[in-house]
T-cell receptor, first 110, second 112 residues
Framework: EDQVTQSPEALRLQEGESSSLNCSYTVSGLRGLFWYRQDPGKGPEFLFTLYSAGEEKEKERLKATLTKKESFLHITAPKPEDSATYLCAVLRRNTDKLIFGTGTRLQVFP | EPEVTQTPSHQVTQMGQEVILRCVPISNHLYFYWYRQILGQKVEFLVSFYNNEISEKSEIFDDQFSVERPDGSNFTLKIRSTKLEDSAMYFC??????????FGPGTRLTVL
């Protein structure tokens, strides 16, 4: 069965303290892995799409990487405005549905 | 930057009533989706829609649910007879191809 597991569930960082979020997945025939940011009471906001192992994408303080079993979202020198829940989702071949993890709730303190 | 919009932002209804949630997908997108998120839980797929028909649906999407694209811009989700357990955030999403999906801000549905 397709599964997405994110860790940790919650992460508290001091401003400037870099860290990584993990997304482990089990899916037969990965078509893509997606990272979204979700603020409280809002919809998921697209960040990155990764298609194959070894691929990396970067945007401001965020960098996403992909292996055959997991993806990491690295946050470099975070700021309080990076506080949000970060969601990982996978798309399997021959299907339209994204399968989401439960997310990592990130809090960055000044 | 184009975005998905949804109305209303919050809908309160009585159990057994019908509700229609509305979405305007990104204008050149061809694939449309509904997801829901019960408070504190994962985002869950409900249905996908392409070329004026349902392309895939989950086991949650039973006969009480229906989707429609009544014109060239709107995409709706109807729940015929709401239940308490339908209370959730409902998100519309759209994509140009079967790839990156862009989500709207959501409609919070509260069933009393």
């Amino acid at each position: 069965e397709d599964q997405v597991t994110q860790s940790p569930e919650a992460l508290r960082l001091q401003e400037g303290e870099s860290s990584s979020l993990n997304c482990s997945y089990t899916v037969s025939g990965l078509r893509g892995l997606f990272w979204y940011r979700q603020d409280p009471g809002k919809g998921p906001e697209f960040l990155f799409t990764l298609y194959s192992a070894g691929e990396e994408k970067e945007k401001e303080r965020l960098k996403a990487t992909l292996t055959k079993k997991e993806s990491f979202l690295h946050i470099t020198a975070p700021k309080p405005e990076d506080s949000a829940t970060y969601l990982c989702a996978v798309l399997r071949r021959n299907t339209d549905k994204l399968i989401f993890g439960t997310g990592t709730r990130l809090q960055v303190f000044p | 930057e184009p975005e998905v919009t949804q109305t209303p932002s919050h809908q309160v209804t009585q159990m057994g009533q019908e509700v229609i949630l509305r979405c305007v997908p990104i204008s050149n997108h061809l694939y449309f989706y509904w997801y829901r998120q019960i408070l504190g839980q994962k985002v869950e797929f409900l249905v996908s829609f392409y070329n004026n028909e349902i392309s895939e649906k989950s086991e949650i999407f039973d006969d009480q649910f229906s989707v429609e694209r009544p014109d060239g811009s709107n995409f709706t989700l109807k729940i015929r007879s709401t239940k308490l357990e339908d209370s959730a955030m409902y998100f519309c999403a759209s994509s140009l191809a079967t790839d990156t999906q862009y989500f709207g801000p959501g409609t919070r549905l509260t069933v009393l």
